[in-house]
């Protein structure tokens, strides 16, 4: 077995980058229980590293129930390693309908965020101590002091330059090529998604959607009075590309939208060929493409992935993002690139609220420029990775045998499925007695499908409570089944 060495990646946490490497290894199966790994000897000359952080990936691979050291023998995948021995859950397969859209019982999960009584695992909203508040507090206070009337002033369209210039530089690291005149300052990706959609439908229009599909799109398409055509989603490679253009054979397709990287909830990241595939087939009807990309700088180890703007040539992928679940979610900064668009986007701004607060987007602009942007994501990747592999140990602790998760590459969701003869709303009801919210799966379709899923929100840190949360959660689990 020949491992890459890690010369290119950044060397300040090698030894998590190795763990990732022997990890996955273990998840895809080339390394099944009771099979030795590479030596720390021969792991070290192959990539290029440090015995000492051969030595601190493996302690951690022991730490994360992975791997253990046998006197005199080496190390060994553990008889029954914690991320090998679950399937993950099966490609969507959604009803080939079109519906409405009615999103009220998704009004439930946000109302759980007012009560600080409650663990909440339901809406994926971060922890605001895994942002730099006090840095981004006191970038606040320079800016008001700096920029006192632009602060109190309107914001004139399409935003501060200082920030949009930050926002394609940036996104250079998406394989895009942008000016800051190609970019638009929204208030979070979420107006972002709502004017992209208004500049290309109609109500009554119908927009293809990948399901399960991230409940406050729902919400919007249903503001809108949009239709919703729920599309096949498998959890690793994303929109299933024969669905899509079999519903663009039949026509009446306004719009297409989807989360590129690391979608919400299932966690799956296309791959490259399959963006290409995607934008070419939208480009074949010329049908705009609106893409959320607000988890893409939350990819675990290497290189960021690319964004399908990244090989756009026609103006047809209307690209939105956000700082919200890496710097800040109630500064509320996002942008867009809306593409041939921008006009009508632009106007729409300007008639729904004339701009976004100049104050907020200086501060992340100079936070993106002088910050340690880099240095705060790096941490951030790891405390999300190291979330994840967390909570989905105790998935397997404590919930049935016949649980699937998904196994994300970055981000902070788990999408969760029980067998078929369990239901997540009454899951969420019961939970909520005891102080849990979840997200049942339902509200991630138009068509009520997903009713023994569920989604779980990874971005809060590692608790005694949380885990007690979990264990009250399979012990639920367990009384329905």
Request: hydrophobic share 35%; proline share 6%.
């Amino acid at each position: 077995m020949n491992l890459k060495p890690l010369e290119k990646l950044d060397r300040t946490n090698l030894y998590e980058q190795v763990a990732y490497r022997v990890q996955s290894l273990i998840e895809e199966g080339t390394l099944q229980p009771g099979d030795r790994i590479p030596s720390v000897r021969r792991m070290h000359k192959q990539m290029n590293v440090s015995i000492s952080t051969v030595l601190e990936a493996y302690r951690l691979l022991e730490d994360r129930g992975l791997i253990e050291a046998r006197p005199q023998s080496g190390y060994f995948v553990k008889q029954t390693p914690l991320l090998s021995h679950r399937d993950e859950p099966n490609p969507s397969a959604p009803p080939r309908r079109i519906y409405t859209v009615d999103a009220s019982i998704a009004l439930g999960i946000n109302v759980a965020l007012r009560d600080p009584n409650i663990i909440r695992l339901g809406a994926a909203v971060p922890d605001p101590q895994l942002f730099p508040v006090k840095a981004l507090n006191r970038l606040m206070g320079q800016v008001m002091r700096q920029y006192p009337e632009t602060c109190h002033a309107y914001n004139p369209l399409p935003g501060c330059e200082p920030l949009r210039h930050e926002v394609a530089r940036r996104l250079m690291d998406a394989g895009c090529s942008l000016t800051p005149e190609q970019i638009l300052i929204t208030n979070g990706t979420t107006e972002a998604l709502h004017l992209c959609l208004r500049a290309v439908t109609k109500p009554g229009d119908t927009v293809a959607i990948e399901s399960p599909c991230y409940y406050g799109l729902l919400e919007i398409l249903e503001s809108l009075h949009l239709r919703a055509l729920e599309l096949p989603t498998h959890p690793r490679d994303g929109l299933i590309l024969e669905e899509l253009e079999t519903a663009l054979k039949q026509g009446n397709i306004a719009a297409c939208t989807v989360v590129s990287n690391f979608s919400n909830p299932l966690g799956c990241c296309m791959s490259d060929s399959h963006k290409k595939q995607l934008l070419e087939i939208l480009e074949r009807y010329d049908i705009p493409l609106i893409e959320d990309d607000i988890y893409g700088d939350l990819k675990f180890d290497g290189n960021r992935p690319k964004a399908i703007k990244a090989y756009d040539r026609k103006g047809l992928v209307m690209y939105c993002a956000s700082c919200s679940k890496t710097l800040s979610a109630g500064l509320r900064v996002g942008w867009t690139v809306p593409g041939r668009y921008q006009t009508k986007v632009e106007q729409l701004k300007l008639i729904t609220n004339i701009n976004t607060a100049a104050a907020n987007q200086l501060t992340i602009a100079s936070f993106l420029a002088n910050g340690g942007y880099d240095r705060h994501l790096r941490q951030l990747r790891r405390a999300y990775q190291e979330q994840v592999i967390r909570m989905t140990q105790a998935i397997y602790e404590y919930f049935p045998d016949e649980t699937k998760v998904t196994r994300p590459k970055g981000g902070y969701v788990l999408w969760v499925e029980i067998p078929s003869n369990f239901d997540s709303m009454m899951l969420y009801h019961q939970a909520l007695q005891d102080n849990i919210s979840i997200a049942p799966g339902s509200i991630f379709s138009v068509s009520g499908s997903y009713q023994n899923c569920f989604r779980l929100n990874c971005g809060i840190p590692w608790s005694d409570q949380l885990e007690q949360a979990l264990k009250t959660l399979g012990v639920l689990i367990h009384q329905q089944l």
